[in-house]
């Protein structure tokens, strides 16, 4: 089969597509014939082994996925080759196949194309988890999405909407807000500009924002938490600018404010229940045709390194989504 294979940490440009053994299924395992992967800001990371932890080499990277399941191992029950699938795993999503265990996957809903399935999971995980369970947001609540036109972004303002508040989205293009606004977004704001917190003051009506959605990090971090409503909750999801800000202690004081942190990956070890109920809510609202992922730009297998680049630039819309076979 062909995978993406990084035999030493490097830039994607120095990472190839080779022709490897297709993975053996062993006890507990199903076997996934993938259909698309999407890319993330952390697969990128792991790629140039600049991510918190790394993976063994050599190894395949890519961890959502959407596909058909190709072979069963005896003792799982539940599954059948042919079920359409979608999921996620610690990586080896950018090949034509994958093994993983059951609770990798789950059932694709009827009419999701694989594409979309692939830009699922950690997306709306991260934005729920976020805003449900950790920043408590509640109907009629002003939410302010940084990085609006992003993958957790554009889930974001999807996942606030259907929980009823009132989404600000925050980009530094025309192009990115009208993105955000496409996908339900209330008001947007060019935060490229030095007066945008004149205006998120405006739109809000000089409460400031009660939830703040930050994949970004960096400077506009800070200035966003100067911008927080009393008794506010500013939600530190990633640092996709690149640099980790330094928050000044006295403005929690002043402010009132909450500072409070989201691991995606650590929700399944540390908050299994908290991680269950969202995933049922997730799935309650696909299944119902409440919400469909948000895909940016689709790729061929052979173009992956594009795929990352795209993901890398400012100029990114959506999930970057290479379809295999």
Known sequence: MKAVI??????IDQIGLK????????????????????????????VEGRYQTRDPLPFTPGAEFAGVIDEVAPDVQGFAPGMRVMGAARSGALAEYI???????????DGLQPEAGAAFRTNYLTALYALSERGSLRAGEQLLVLGAAGGTGIAAIQVGKLLGARVIAAASTEDKRKFAAS???????????SDWRDTLKELTGGHGADVIFDPVGGEISVQAFRSIAWNGRHLVVGFASG?????????????GG???????????RREPLAQ????????AWLNGGNL????????ALADFREAFKTMQTRAALGKMVVRIG
Do not use: H
């Open 258 to 268: 909450l500072l409070i942190g989201v691991d995606v990956a650590q929700i399944a």
């Open 99 to 109: 093994v993983v265990p059951p609770d990798a996957v789950e059932i694709m809903p």
């Open 292 to 299: 469909t992922p948000v895909v940016g730009k689709v790729f």
């Open 183 to 193: 996908f339900g977004a209330d008001a947007v704001i060019d935060y490229s500009r």
């Open 243 to 255: 640099s980790i800000p330094a928050l000044p202690f006295n403005l929690p004081l002043l402010k």
């Open 19 to 46: 022709d490897i053994a297709v993975p053996v299924v062993t006890p507990g395992q199903l076997r996934i014939r993938v259909q698309a992967a999407s890319v993330g800001f952390v697969d990128g990371l792991k």
């Open 6 to 11: 990084v035999e030493q940490y490097a830039p």
């Open 276 to 283: 269950a109920r969202v995933m049922a809510q997730l799935s």
